[in-house]
């Protein structure tokens, strides 16, 4: 049985919202980092997707790239989260203004 | 030759040079190399004299500029007269600067005064071997520098620095003629230079006014620089300065400028009458008046200050009734027996401390050589057979007799009874009598001059007398017309000799009440002689007071107007400044300032947008993307 496109369509969607909700409203950086993740997936979700239903399908092998590529950001992310920490004794976000004037 | 003839002056020159700038490190030796540049230099003139007796004649010139293809000259010459002036100019200042080693010891000054000395003989002997009349106007301004240089040498008083300025400004007067006189000749004439004035030249001229006017305009600037009426009034103050000073003045340089001019103008005054009626005018009128004064002088320079300006006059006059070789002859051998007279009333002076003849006296016994020597000074210029002052002014006598003018001779003879009569007095007041105080006999360096002057005084005349066939006279003027050796003359001039030195003798040393009787029944000759004329006082009152009332007026044009203009200019200036500095500050400032204020409140307001809080940033991003998404589709 396959699943049509649409309920897909939507599923990718809703999950890059989810994600998109949780980058905006947590406060803690290591959430955002996950939220951060849950929407990359999303895309790559809608990636295999589009793959799966156009040709050629040898798209497909570009989201195993992104996979690694995205550990090896992911670990980037929290190596900065970590310096932070080091710094600022806390990684919540609203207690880090470093960037202010 | 000519190298040698120019390093005449340029060795006193390089002397001046040294003094000035290593003065403070030579101290003493300062004169040393004074004395010793000068010897040297005398000895060039003894050499360039001789060469010129045997017959050379040798001149350099080179262009300096052009005017109307005619070009004007810078060079030396040197012919018989400027030789005879070389030789006196050197030997009597050299021997006046080994004098003044003794006389200025003390002076804290000391180097100035030698560096000045040089000056003045590099000046003077610049002037003398002069070609043309713009190069001897030049040196002719410097004589008169130096002379207030060294009359005001003792600044410190303020008569010395007044006189100092008195006989600058005389002479500058004189100098006015002499410079107008130089552009009136050139303008007749068209030429400078000395060896183109001949007779040939003033024949083409005969009877040109502006030529009658340049050579009468020529003669002031003889008459500023030569003390002659009515200018005169300078050098009696001269005797402010340093009594080597005067010597040198009064002997070899400065006022023998002045005859030196006419002698070597002589060709013009020659070929124009008037002229030299005037020449001749003058200078028998200031010869008889300055003697006139000498009677009644007290101080010892005073008195030789009259006698340099009556003899000065003899001088003129002789060139005046044309016989030029009397008054050259007699320039020199009065440059002998004059700085013997100057440098022996130093002595004295140095020795009794007093300048005043009525506190001197005595002092034979203790001044032995300055006695001697001023003895034989005294008879050379009283004019006794057979020393130099006879023969000279025997040789002015007769040619004035020659040439007509018997008021002038007459004239001159009482000139001559008057300048016999009141060196004897000199003599007699200062050396007989009681002695009045203490004196001690001047230093070798003092008296080994005086005593080398005495030998010039006696024999220097004989080289014109005519036991040497007049060989003076004929090596200066080849043209010299013979003058035979005339009975009268010679016995007139010798009566009048010893009746001076007769009546003297009388008055001052066997009679000696007698001069304040004649005094008071003479009164009226008296207090004119004593006064001299009221001719200061005159002065005083007229041209000087005039002079001052147009300076005042000058001056109050020159506050009034002329820097009250410039000073409303400046507070205009500062005004309008004043007001740009008010709309620089709030205006233009102002804008300025207000742009960057304004862009900072702006910013102050914005800058809130950078909270630092990464959330917000983020929802922005997402915000922004959304919008542009929605502007898209």
Known sequence: MTIPLNHLLIFTSLLFLIGLYGALTRRNLVGILMSIEIMLNAVNVNFVLFAASLSPKAGQVFVLFIIVMAAATASVGLAIVLAIYRNQKTIYTDQINLLKW | ?633
């Open chain 2, 1 to 633: 030759m000519v190298t040698r003839a120019l390093l005449i002056p340029l060795l006193p020159l390089i002397a001046f040079v040294i003094i000035t700038f290593l003065g403070k490190w030579l101290k003493e030796k300062s004169a040393w190399i004074a004395i010793g540049l000068n010897l040297v230099s005398t000895f060039f003139a003894f050499t360039v004299i001789w060469e010129v007796i045997k017959g050379a004649h040798f001149s350099a010139s080179a262009a300096w500029l052009v005017i109307n293809q005619i070009p004007l000259e810078v060079g030396i010459a040197v012919d018989p007269l400027a030789a005879m002036m070389l030789f006196v100019v050197t030997f009597v200042g050299t021997l006046i600067i080994i004098y003044s080693v003794g006389y200025m010891h003390e002076d804290p000054r000391y180097p100035k005064f030698f560096a000045y000395l040089s000056l003045f003989m590099f000046s003077m002997l610049g002037l003398v071997i002069s070609p043309t009349l713009v190069q001897i106007y030049v040196f002719w301004e410097l004589v008169g520098l130096c002379s207030y240089f060294l009359i005001g040498f003792w600044f410190e008083k303020k008569s010395a620095s007044d006189a100092g300025r008195k006989a600058f400004i005389t002479n500058r007067i004189g100098d006015i003629g002499f410079f107008l006189g130089i552009a009136t000749f050139f303008y007749a004439t068209g030429t400078m230079r000395f060896s183109d004035m001949t007779p040939e030249l003033m024949h083409a001229h005969t009877g040109s006014t502006v030529l009658t006017l340049s050579a009468l305009l020529l003669f002031c600037g003889a008459i500023g620089k030569s003390a002659q009426f009515p200018l005169h009034v300078w050098l009696p103050d001269a005797m402010e300065g340093p009594t080597p000073v005067s010597a040198l003045i009064h002997a070899a340089t400065m006022v023998a400028a002045g005859v030196y001019l006419v002698a070597r103008l002589f060709p013009i005054f020659h070929a124009i009458p008037e002229a030299s009626q005037v020449v001749a005018a003058i200078g028998t009128l200031t010869a008889f008046m300055a003697a006139f004064f000498a009677l009644t002088q007290m101080d010892i320079k005073k008195v030789l200050a009259y006698s340099t300006i009556s003899q000065l006059g003899y001088m003129m006059a002789a060139i005046g009734v044309g016989g030029m070789t009397a008054g050259t002859f007699h320039l020199m051998t009065h440059a002998f027996f004059k700085a013997l007279l100057f440098l022996g009333a130093g002595s004295v002076i140095h020795g009794s401390g007093v300048q005043d003849m009525r506190e001197m006296g005595g002092l034979r016994k203790s001044m032995p050589v300055t006695f001697w020597t001023f003895v034989i000074a005294t008879v050379a210029i009283a004019g006794i057979p057979p020393f130099s002052g006879f023969w000279s002014k025997d040789e002015i006598l007769a040619s004035a007799l020659e040439s007509g003018h018997t008021v002038i001779f007459y004239t001159l003879v009482m000139t001559a009874l008057m300048t016999s009569f009141y060196m004897f007095r000199l003599l007699f007041l200062t050396f007989f009598g009681k002695t009045r105080g203490h004196a001690h006999e001047s230093p070798w360096v003092m008296t080994l001059p005086l005593v080398i002057l005495a030998i010039g005084s006696i024999g220097i005349g004989l080289p014109g007398s005519p036991f040497m066939h007049h060989w003076f006279q004929n090596f200066i003027s080849h043209h010299h017309e013979e003058i035979q050796m005339n009975t009268f003359v010679v016995t007139l001039s010798i009566a009048t000799s010893l009746l001076g030195f007769l009546t003297a003798l009388i008055l001052y040393v066997i009679k000696t009440e007698l001069p304040v009787k004649l005094a008071k029944k003479f009164w009226l000759f008296y207090t004119f002689s004593h006064n001299k004329f009221w001719i200061d006082e005159f002065y005083q009152a007229t041209v000087i007071r005039w002079f001052k009332s147009f300076a005042d007026l000058a001056f109050r044009f020159d506050e009034g107007i002329i820097d009250r203009a410039v000073n409303e200019v400046g507070w205009k200036t500062v005004w309008t400044a004043n007001l740009k500095n008010w709309i620089d500050t709030y205006i233009v400032d102002g804008l300025v300032n207000l742009t960057g204020w304004m862009t900072q409140q702006t910013s102050a307001l914005l800058r809130h947008v950078q909270t630092g809080y990464i959330h917000h940033y983020l929802f922005f991003m997402v915000l922004g993307l959304l919008i542009i998404v929605y502007a898209i589709f």
